[in-house]
């Protein structure tokens, strides 16, 4: 009976650790917070759709720190377009809009979304 309740209280320290260095992890800061953060303060909006590759690709060049870009998204999932994106006519995916005014589409780079905002662009 003992052995039983000792594999249990095992079990259950091995799950709580596991579930606190997830939490922990969650929590970290992710590399490229400041310069996204920039980003977003600076006015800038990234448009882009759940189903576009290149939308995916752009997130992922930020990692963690994607969660603090300035997106908006374009389509449902039954992709009708969303009435923020009729309204600035975006047709392509990703497209970003600065506040001057300038529209970019496709993927951007670190240094070429630096210019538009005036934001340092980290070193990768």
């Known amino acids: 009976m003992m052995k039983k309740h000792g594999w249990w209280i095992i079990t259950l320290v091995i799950i709580s650790v596991v579930i606190g260095f997830l939490v922990v992890q969650a929590k970290k800061p992710g590399k490229y917070d400041n310069f996204?953060?920039?980003?977003?303060?600076?006015?800038?909006?990234?448009?882009g759709t759940w189903w576009c590759p290149h939308c995916q690709a752009q997130k992922a060049l930020f990692g963690k720190s994607a969660q603090l870009l300035p997106y908006e998204e374009c389509q449902t999932r039954s992709r009708k377009n969303t009435p923020?994106?009729?309204?600035?006519?975006?047709t392509?995916?990703?497209?970003?809009?600065?506040?001057?005014?300038?529209?970019?589409?496709?993927?951007?780079?670190?240094?070429?979304?630096?210019?538009?905002?005036?934001c340092a662009a980290p070193t990768l």
């Open 84 to 90: 923020i994106c009729i309204e600035k006519e975006i």
């Open 92 to 118: 392509s995916y990703p497209t970003w809009i600065f506040t001057d005014g300038t529209r970019v589409s496709g993927e951007q780079t670190f240094e070429q979304l630096a210019s538009y905002t005036s």
């Open 36 to 47: 996204a953060q920039c980003i977003s303060d600076s006015g800038a909006k990234f448009y």
